[in-house]
């Protein structure tokens, strides 16, 4: 049982670059989670996905699009990305099932700097 | 809308004395309520968690919070600090939007565990 996995840990983009961050998760959760996390900002949601098939835009959705691929995968890519997108990414997933308490399981991040 | 304050980004203990992080909550519905530690190079662990069960909630580490409805806060304590509890803690609220819960996250409480 890995929990949530995400690939890679580490990349270097140059500015204009496009890229795709991959997520999965093995707990059979419905809901799952892009963050990114930048120094004294906490962790901020870009976009979410409630269920397999619906996809929403979190606090800060521009410049990234995601794609709910099944039930175990969330992919978020950066089309065209930018130095202000140099930041870490977390995958997160969560049951949201009646009786659940909806806290989030993490993955261990992705590393990405944009020169 | 939901927000967390975490006062003080940083925390200095000694080795064996108390811990105290603080975090205050604002919510228009009945909160859940949650603890993070990030460990350096990590993802996110859940600590502990309230879910309108018992007000004084018990977590791993040795680490519990109290909901305190009429402060809007959910302290995190430990009696004695020790040197593996140095991290980065996040407050986070919970609220359900559309179909999915969304957690919102304070700015993290770095803790230092002097010897």
């Known amino acids: 049982n890995a929990g949530v996995t995400q690939t890679p840990k580490f990349q270097v983009l140059k500015t204009g670059q496009s890229m795709t961050l991959q997520c999965a998760q093995d707990?059979?959760?419905?809901?799952m989670y892009w963050y990114r996390q930048d120094p004294g900002m906490g962790l901020r949601l870009i976009y979410y996905?409630?269920?397999?098939?619906?996809?929403d835009k979190g606090e800060v959705p521009n410049g990234y699009n995601v794609s709910r691929l099944n039930k175990r995968e969330f992919s978020l890519r950066l089309e065209s990305a930018a130095p202000s997108q140099t930041s870490v990414y977390f995958c997160?997933?969560?049951?949201?099932?009646?009786?659940?308490?909806?806290?989030?399981?993490f993955g261990p991040g992705t590393r990405l700097t944009v020169t | 809308a939901q927000s967390v304050t975490q006062l003080g980004s940083h925390v200095s203990v000694s080795e064996g004395a108390l811990v105290l992080l603080r975090c205050n909550y604002s919510?228009?519905?009945?909160?859940?309520l949650f603890w993070y530690v990030q460990y350096p190079n990590q993802g996110l662990q859940l600590l502990l968690k309230?879910?309108?069960?018992?007000?004084l909630v018990k977590g791993i580490n040795g680490f519990e919070a109290e909901f305190k409805k009429s402060e809007t806060s959910f302290h995190l304590t430990k009696p004695s600090a020790h040197m593996s509890d140095a991290a980065e803690y996040f407050c986070?609220?919970?609220?359900?939007?559309?179909?999915?819960?969304?957690?919102?996250f304070g700015s993290g409480t770095q803790l230092t565990v002097l010897p």
């Open positions: 997160a997933s969560s049951e949201v099932s009646g009786g659940g308490s909806y806290e989030q399981y």
């Open positions: 707990m059979n959760h419905n809901s």
């Open positions: 996905s409630a269920s397999e098939g619906t996809t």
């Open positions: 919510s228009s519905v009945p909160p859940y």
């Open positions: 309230y879910t309108s069960a018992a007000t």
């Open positions: 986070a609220v919970s609220a359900l939007s559309g179909s999915a819960r969304q957690l919102t």
